[in-house]
């Protein structure tokens, strides 16, 4: 019989985008109620998000979010990518578990620091 994983299910093994960057155009760092961290990284230019990674020591389904916001923002303006919101991290995954459900909030609350400490810088 052949079993299908939902986006959730795939990122949570296999995250994108994982990972530091040297000299990006915005970062962020940000801790959750949970006492998990989020670090988002990204490369801006003319207002284009053109790479994002990120670094957590959170849960799978942190992971998971992580990964569906930076592929989200790459390509995207910043202002499309500031409308990113933990509801849309969810339903791009095909649901989070009801206790994960903060996990969205951390990496949508990430990215949108990250936009803000580009739009502060340039
Ligand atoms: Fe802390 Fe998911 S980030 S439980």
């Not at 649901?95 to 620091?113: V, W, Y």
Request: proline share 4%; net charge negative; aromatic share 8%.
């Amino acid at each position: 019989m052949e079993t299908t994983t939902s986006p959730y299910e795939r990122y949570s093994r296999a995250p994108v985008n994982l990972g530091r960057m040297n000299d990006p155009t915005g970062a962020a760092w940000i801790k959750g109620l949970c006492g998990d961290t989020v670090e988002m990284y990204l490369v801006v230019e003319d207002g284009v998000i053109t790479d994002a990674l990120f670094q957590t020591d959170g849960c799978g389904a942190t992971f998971a979010c992580g990964s569906f916001a930076t592929e989200f923002a790459k390509g995207r303006t910043v202002t499309e990518a500031l409308g990113l919101s933990p509801k849309a991290i969810i339903d791009g995954l095909a649901g989070l578990p009801e206790d994960h459900r903060h996990c969205a909030i951390l990496a949508a609350s990430a990215l949108h620091k990250a936009i803000a400490d580009y739009l502060l810088r340039y």
